[in-house]
């Protein structure tokens, strides 16, 4: 046994070793050989600068340029898609080689390498036309969305914040983060959101394609710059992309491109710019750095313990009900909890916390609140996890032997008395491996949360990782699940022990 | 007065007819055996008497009480409240003993009198010790049924059925589970039984055991009853062919 766990040791870490150094002459070749391909990132719901087309293809005005870019250097142009709040990430491990999409200046000047800036944007609020909301005064107390780790969102709240901006900031009753422009769109017609501050031009094109419901308020929150932002340090490619745009400009090739979509009114490239190179931020000492980045994330604990917590207070009972009639001889009801568990087992979780929640208002024109946000993680997660565990439960009870029910019956014990006594305790013990799987699995699944915007551990380490350019709260993120499914284990492997009295 | 009167018990699994009406009356004090080869129906016949099968066709009486009869094409139970007196007239011990492993002995014995005929609990510990002591399981009271052998567990299953204070008790094959030693231990217990004036059914293949402990001795084949009467005559002097070819064949084992 313990010979067979060293070796399996020692086999983990030969993998490990050698996708390390895979990765490590991977890494190498790449320097040293010329370049024949740039990696975009840029978020694939960011119309019109970069976004998925009805045709499936990826296209908007940024990649319009950086494929005319490639073309002229002879590259090829790989559009890399990516999750906004990892760019940095993606950058700082050369999966992608720039980040090319609306990308604001702005408050950034001093984290990245940027090319000139060529599209000035504001940063607008849009509302619902009938909301009655004409100015950023009327959202006093009201919820506002901004995308995480966006240009609006450092409006408000960044050290760069105008001082006007953090007192509206202040006024709002919460600032929500929501992981791309569809959720806030779908957040602020269901009523869980009253505004979202976004991008002019994103605002612009939104606007266009979901027709008069929505208004853009007239004074912008701020105006911004677009540029294409380089790893820090990365002159070279930033020069020649550089030394591209400005043929492109003096050619008329850019004002065609920004024409083509529709953004000459934005667009502010010039010859005479100077570009950012970037300097270095003030030094914090690591220990200060990780303790700081603990405390940030110490409410997105709470809210984690939270969603579990409740999630396994109410799910376990209700599994075992949905087990009873999904055994119930009564047919329709044993064929609906059977059609129910089909159902919810089959469809992603994701999907179906978007259903909970947006689902009142799309489904039956209810208002959603703010509220509403945390409600509808904690059912999401409990009718999800309830026909997972009545599953566990019908098992549990269909494997103790038939010769019980028989000996109970003989003995005169009601149906009542015969499952709470003799079926039930029977029953746990055959399902306590399964339901360790299972709450295990819950811990991870928190994270989910993310998709209905409820700010939990992982949503917030993501937005503190994206804001602090730093992969430390992921670890440390990393580390908390860890303990505490290790803590998790602990107990169940407790309570399995406890129960090992009978056979 | 007949503890049991049944007549004309009918049953069919789909297609197949198992019993095809059988009689039986057992007498107060009277222990009877079922003998019969494996596919008789006998072991169908006791889960029917038991009533862990639903026969049917045919009348059930127990203590002078009818449980069900057949009338116009269908069987006719009483009603559940005297269904459930009715029930608690027989006890029945199983051939794979069916203890409650998450009790300790002494709960399996105790746990349905006091909980299913309300009983207090004092009272009923101190039966089930004194049941205990009779078995030679003083000392297992707080064991759990895993860690005894078949024929302690047995022997507290019997215990289990003793503690309802039942009228009679069944018995399906109680040894078959057992090697020969521990049938041996299971057999004494039986005879202790009988000595004690119990009515009991016994389905077994013992046919040594049942030709002295019996006052009476069925033998079944193809789901009827093919002989039956004191052991004397149906087992050392069988009238029918098959019940010599069935006695045979046991002996030859």
């Known amino acids: 046994m313990k010979q067979k766990r060293v070796i399996s040791l020692f086999l983990a870490a030969a993998v490990g070793f050698g996708v390390i150094a895979g990765a490590l002459t991977s890494c190498k070749d790449k320097k040293e050989e010329k370049r024949t391909k740039l990696i975009v990132g840029f978020d694939a719901e960011f119309p019109p600068y970069g976004y998925k087309n009805e045709e499936g293809e990826y296209v908007g005005f940024d990649l319009s340029l950086a494929e005319e870019v490639c073309k002229r250097n002879g590259w090829e142009l790989v559009k890399q898609p990516i999750d906004w709040d990892s760019k940095d990430m993606e950058l700082k491990t050369g999966s992608i080689d720039c980040i090319w999409n609306g990308f604001t200046v702005t408050g950034r000047e001093s984290s990245y390498t940027w090319s000139t800036p060529y599209v000035d944007n504001s940063q607008v609020t849009v509302v619902l036309a009938d909301s009655g909301i004409e100015s950023l005064d009327d959202l006093a107390d009201k919820v506002v969305a901004v995308q995480a780790d966006s240009a609006a969102l450092a409006a408000f709240e960044s050290e760069d914040a105008t001082e006007e901006n953090k007192a509206y900031a202040a006024s709002f009753k919460e600032l929500q983060q929501v992981p791309n422009y569809n959720t806030a769109f779908l957040n602020l017609e269901s009523g869980a959101v009253n505004a979202i501050c976004m991008d002019y031009g994103v605002a612009k094109y939104e606007i266009e394609a979901r027709g008069s419901k929505f208004v853009m308020l007239e004074k912008p929150v701020s105006t911004e710059q677009y540029a294409v932002g380089f790893l820090k340090g990365n002159y070279e490619l930033r020069d020649e992309v550089q030394k591209t745009l400005i043929e492109m400009l003096d050619d008329g090739t850019f004002a065609q491109i920004a024409k083509d979509w529709e953004l000459s009114d934005s667009v502010c490239l010039s010859a005479d710019d100077t570009v950012l190179d970037g300097s270095t931020k003030k030094t914090e000492s690591f220990s200060d750095k990780m303790l700081r980045i603990c405390k940030q994330l110490l409410k997105g604990v709470g809210a984690s313990l939270l969603i579990f917590a409740l999630t396994l207070i109410f799910s376990l009972p209700l599994g075992l009900l949905i087990a009873f009639g999904r055994m119930s001889r009564f047919k329709p009801l044993s064929l609906l909890m059977k059609l129910y568990i089909s159902i919810v087992r089959g469809t992603p979780l994701m999907l179906q916390l978007l259903v909970v929640f947006f689902g009142p208002h799309f489904i039956f024109g209810v208002s959603t609140s703010s509220e509403y946000r945390f409600y509808a993680v904690v059912i999401g997660f409990t009718l999800n996890y309830a026909a997972y565990f009545a599953e566990i439960y019908r098992s549990g009870i269909q494997a103790v032997p038939v010769g019980q029910y028989e000996a109970a019956d003989i003995l005169g014990y009601t149906r009542q008395q015969r499952f709470v006594r003799i079926v039930f305790p029977q029953m746990i013990k055959n399902i306590i491996p399964s339901i360790t799987n299972e709450v295990i699995t819950l811990v991870k699944d928190t994270s989910l949360a993310f998709a209905i915007s409820y700010t939990e551990m992982f949503t917030l380490a993501k937005q503190v990782a994206a804001a602090e350019a730093t992969i430390i709260p992921l670890f440390v993120a990393g580390v908390f699940y860890y303990v505490f499914n290790f803590i998790v284990a602990f107990v169940m492997s407790a309570i399995e022990k406890k129960l090992e009295y009978f056979r | 007065m007949d503890l049991l009167e049944i007549k004309g018990l009918k049953k069919s699994f789909g297609e197949l007819e198992v019993l095809k009406g059988i009689d039986l009356s057992v007498a107060e004090n009277e222990v009877v055996s079922i003998l019969g080869p494996s596919g008789s129906g006998k072991s169908t016949f006791l889960r029917c008497?038991?009533?862990?099968?639903?026969?049917?066709?045919?009348?059930?009486?127990?203590?002078?009480?009818?449980?069900?009869?057949?009338?116009?094409?269908?069987?006719?139970?009483?009603?559940?409240?005297?269904?459930?007196?009715?029930?608690?007239?027989?006890?029945?011990?199983?051939?794979?003993?069916n203890l409650f492993p998450h009790?300790?002995?002494?709960?399996?014995?105790?746990?349905?009198?006091?909980?299913?005929?309300?009983?207090?609990?004092?009272?009923?510990?101190?039966?089930?010790?004194?049941?205990?002591?009779?078995?030679?399981?003083?000392?297992?009271?707080?064991?759990?049924?895993?860690?005894?052998?078949?024929?302690?567990?047995?022997?507290?299953?019997?215990?289990?059925?003793?503690?309802?204070?039942?009228?009679?008790?069944?018995?399906?094959?109680?040894?078959?589970?057992?090697?020969?030693?521990?049938?041996?231990?299971?057999?004494?217990?039986?005879?202790?039984?009988?000595?004690?004036?119990?009515?009991?059914?016994?389905?077994?293949?013992?046919?040594?055991?049942?030709?002295?402990v019996s006052d009476k001795v069925i033998f079944m084949d193809g789901g009827v009853i093919v002989e039956q009467g004191a052991p004397s005559d149906v087992i050392d002097n069988p009238s029918n062919d098959r019940t010599r070819a069935f006695l045979k064949k046991m002996e030859e084992k």
């Open chain 2, 103 to 212: 009790y300790s002995v002494l709960k399996n014995l105790t746990d349905a009198p006091v909980h299913v005929q309300k009983r207090s609990k004092a009272e009923v510990e101190q039966e089930a010790y004194a049941l205990l002591e009779k078995m030679g399981l003083r000392d297992k009271a707080n064991a759990y049924p895993h860690q005894l052998s078949g024929g302690q567990q047995q022997r507290v299953a019997i215990a289990r059925a003793l503690a309802m204070k039942p009228k009679m008790l069944f018995f399906d094959e109680p040894t078959s589970a057992l090697d020969p030693e521990l049938t041996a231990e299971i057999l004494k217990v039986l005879r202790a039984l009988a000595d004690e004036q119990m009515t009991m059914v016994i389905v077994t293949h013992e046919i040594g055991f049942a030709r002295s």
């Open chain 2, 49 to 97: 008497i038991s009533m862990l099968e639903k026969p049917d066709e045919g009348s059930m009486v127990y203590c002078g009480k009818q449980a069900a009869h057949f009338e116009g094409g269908k069987m006719l139970y009483a009603p559940n409240s005297e269904l459930k007196e009715i029930k608690s007239y027989f006890g029945l011990v199983f051939q794979n003993f």
